[in-house]
């Protein structure tokens, strides 16, 4: 709880001095892009620098490997909110190398919770679902054949109207720099 505590502390003094002032903006994104990136804590604050983009500027969704893994899921749930609710113009697919999630494997991950303490009924139930747990859990093996296939699925979705544009890339997480993806899945 320490942790939590500190982070509590802080965000009373922030508050208190209003630290909040320069961040202030609306829901809106003033640059119209929504990005769908990685959790990597490298980018955290690295992508909107290298990109400049202010707070206020953009929709970000990350996750892990910034890929989509359901047609149907949050993220393009999501996409979809920045899109008609929000006024998105433009989406930025932005993987990046050295990513956690390349020739990630399921079967070391299940053997982990394992570890944990879940047991293999557990593991049954998510399958009854209807769930391809390996498949859930496999990361990629190539981030620019990742990327493109991000792209693609975004571009063809039915839902996905003929005027926004889609594009690839994938950032150094070191330096910043940004590689365009050019797409042929
Ligand atoms: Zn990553």
Not at 19 to 39: G, H, W
Not at 147 to 165: F, Q, R
Request: charged fraction near 25%.
């Amino acid at each position: 709880m320490s942790l939590i505590n500190e982070i509590l502390e802080y965000n009373q003094s922030f508050v208190d001095g209003k630290q909040y002032e320069t961040f202030d903006t609306t829901r809106f994104p003033n640059k119209r892009i929504a990005v769908l990136s990685c959790m990597d804590t490298r980018l955290t604050k690295l992508l909107p620098a290298a990109l400049n983009f202010k707070n206020g500027d953009i929709k970000i969704i990350t996750n892990a490997g910034a890929m989509i893994t359901h047609p149907y899921g949050s993220v393009m749930r999501s996409l979809l909110v920045a899109i008609y609710e929000l006024g998105v113009q433009e989406i930025m697919v932005i993987g990046h190398y050295g990513c956690g999630m390349k020739n990630l494997d399921s079967l070391k991950l299940i053997e982990k919770m394992k570890e944990k303490g879940i047991t293999e009924d557990k593991i049954e139930i998510v399958e009854s679902d209807g769930i391809d747990i390996h498949k859930w859990l496999s990361g990629f093996e190539n981030p620019v054949v990742s990327v493109a296939e991000t792209v693609t699925l975004i571009k063809e979705h039915p839902l996905i109207s003929a005027d926004i544009n889609v594009y690839g890339f994938l950032m150094d997480p070191h330096t910043g720099k940004l590689d365009k993806i050019e797409n042929e899945a």
